[in-house]
């Protein structure tokens, strides 16, 4: 399996960028996705998910100005990120679980698969 995000850059507070997340190599039948960013201060932290029914869950603090998609004809997966604040400035890493639903989201050791990341920069 490998995942590979695309999207990120640099964008004044209030602004909007999309992150994507291509898969190859995804044979599981049921599974989720999610994706997740990383900071120094505050190590990884989950930040949506969406199973393969299309089942979204979110972390409060992007709650209302992040979208998670997924597109499983295409293998990607989109975070729409709108309403921009400095606090979301991360690395943000895709992540893949063969568990058969995204009970158990937040979890970091659910994941066997993760991108490399695409960083975001909010200022």
């Known amino acids: 399996v490998q995942l590979v995000e695309s999207g990120g850059g640099s964008v004044r507070p209030g602004g909007s960028l999309r992150l994507s997340c291509a898969s190859q190599?995804?044979?599981?039948?049921?599974?989720?996705m999610a994706w997740w960013r990383e900071t120094l201060d505050n190590g990884r932290e989950p930040v949506a998910s969406v199973d393969n029914d299309g089942v979204t869950a979110y972390d409060d603090s992007v709650k209302g100005r992040f979208t998670i998609s997924l597109d499983r004809t295409k293998g990607t997966m989109d975070l729409q990120m709108n309403n921009l604040r400095p606090e979301d400035t991360a690395k943000y890493l895709c992540?893949?679980?063969?568990?058969?639903?995204?009970?158990?989201?937040?979890?970091?050791?659910?994941?066997?698969?993760w991108g490399q990341g695409t960083q975001v920069t909010v200022s």
């Open positions: 190599g995804v044979y599981y039948r049921f599974y989720c």
């Open positions: 992540a893949l679980s063969s568990a058969d639903d995204c009970l158990n989201w937040r979890r970091r050791y659910e994941y066997n698969h």
